[in-house]
């Protein structure tokens, strides 16, 4: 496995290999858990060489202080991705990424106004000019993002279809604990007590996801309710949104239609640590 720190080495890498291989890019911010490692394996098998690029993207950070208390351990993460086999990884620092007078800003209007986009101000913006930025520099067949940030999936689906990019964007389900938590670099900041508490996140999704597909409820104010009440038992969770939305555009929907994809979205605060999670509805 290689290990570069510039573009001019990395694509040096590339160069020789593309002729005779399909390139697979799975974009992360280190902290490596089993959900990156699930996209690694899809990139695998969607192509010949798998680049990984480890980097904590300053621009999308709302919040100075979540940004500096993001801690990556590196060799750690190394060790993780050469077991998984990954042909080259990309771990650049910041002017790498934004050399000085760096300008250019990608902005996909209607997706990015909601949820995320509503509290963490700036956030979407940051992250869709990195991707462009590291799409444009790995140029790969195919890119895998995870179901577990869908708002951010969904994003970078919009912007390479309205920017023509030509490659495909792989969904990689979302990957959860035995007890149901979202895996999440987030969950390390908790204490035992708070991860306990975060668990309500998805026993309030999955519990709705259950009325629908099992008892057929459609009405999304009764979804809604019965979710927010079993939130508010769990003192230790802060919820901040809750959602029912289409799969596509997003948008709040008041009744399911059969046959149609739809998110149940949420997030919320457990120790001030920030969590989101999501799960998907059908009927
Ligand atoms: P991050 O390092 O948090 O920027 O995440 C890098 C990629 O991994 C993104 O595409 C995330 O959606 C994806 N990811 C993170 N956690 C999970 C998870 N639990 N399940 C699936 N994908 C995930």
Redesign the pocket.
């Known amino acids: 496995m290689e290990v570069v720190k510039v573009k001019s080495e990395l694509q040096e890498f590339l160069c020789r290999v593309r002729p005779e291989n399909s390139i697979g890019l799975?974009?992360?911010?280190?902290?490596l858990?089993e959900?990156?490692l699930?996209?690694i394996r899809i990139a695998r098998a969607a192509s010949q060489k798998t680049v990984v690029s480890i980097f904590v993207n300053p621009l999308q950070f709302d919040n100075k202080e979540d940004y500096l208390k993001y801690s990556i351990n590196l060799d750690q993460d190394l060790a993780l991705l050469q077991v998984e086999g990954v042909d080259v990884v990309f771990a650049p620092n910041i002017s790498e990424i934004y050399p000085i007078n760096h300008q250019t800003r990608i902005f996909v209007s209607k997706l990015m106004e909601r949820y995320e986009g509503e509290f963490r101000r700036g956030h979407f913006e940051g992250v869709a000019t990195v991707v462009a930025i590291l799409l444009n520099i790995v140029q790969p067949h195919v890119a895998?993002?995870?179901?577990?940030?869908f708002q951010?999936?969904r994003i970078v689906e919009q912007m390479v279809a309205d920017l023509g990019m030509p490659l495909k964007i792989l969904r990689?389900?979302?990957?959860?604990s035995s007890d149901g938590l979202?895996?999440?670099?987030r969950n390390n900041r908790l204490t035992a007590k708070g991860r306990n508490s975060a668990l309500i996140m998805s026993k309030g999704l999955l519990h709705a996801k259950e009325k629908v597909e099992k008892e057929g409820e459609v009405n999304v104010a009764t979804l809604k309710e019965h979710t927010r009440k079993i939130f508010s038992k769990e003192v230790g969770f802060a919820l901040e949104y809750l959602e029912l939305v289409d799969e596509n555009e997003l948008l709040p929907v008041s009744f399911l239609e059969k046959s149609k994809p739809y998110r149940f979205l949420c997030a919320g605060y457990v120790e001030g640590v920030r969590l989101i999670d999501n799960v998907s509805l059908k009927i």
């Open positions: 799975v974009p992360t911010m280190g902290a858990h959900g990156h699930s996209l895998v993002f995870g179901e577990k940030d951010q999936l990689a389900p979302l990957v959860r979202a895996l999440s670099s």
